[in-house]
């Protein structure tokens, strides 16, 4: 089992920053990839982005391309999504995931290959 905790959530003028955290508990943090994926009122979740376990391949929805940045430190067990230039249309319930091994875009990127979620934080985006 890995628990999943989010953190860095809040609300923020456009343009803003934010730094979301992961932290990760139970087995080794290291041998799982990470993805961050978001859920606005009235649609589906969708992912935002990704990294393999070792830390040598991320992926970004394209929506948040150049503005976004994942990162991990697995001697701390946590991930990390930093926020640039945000958007009120990035506003969301974000939510960290990990899966055993995948490393490649399909299987990053895919909300159902992942088996373990954190309980989502809040970030809202204000005009």
């Known amino acids: 089992q890995v628990q999943l905790v989010e953190s860095g959530g809040g609300l923020v003028q456009a343009g803003g920053s934010l730094r979301l955290s992961c932290a990760a508990s139970g087995r080794t943090f290291s041998s799982y990839a990470m993805g961050w994926f978001r859920q606005a009122p009235g649609k589906e979740r969708e992912f935002v982005a990704g990294i393999s376990w070792s830390g040598d391949n991320a992926f970004y929805a394209d929506s948040v391309k150049g503005r976004f940045t994942i990162s991990r430190d697995n001697g701390r067990n946590t991930g990390y999504l930093q926020m640039n230039s945000l958007k009120p249309e990035d506003t969301a319930v974000y939510y960290c995931?990990?899966?055993?091994?995948?490393?490649?875009?399909?299987?990053?990127?895919?909300?159902?290959?992942?088996?373990?979620w954190g309980q989502g934080t809040q970030v809202t985006v204000s005009s």
């Open positions: 995931a990990a899966r055993r091994y995948g490393t490649g875009y399909s299987s990053i990127t895919a909300a159902n290959g992942y088996g373990y």
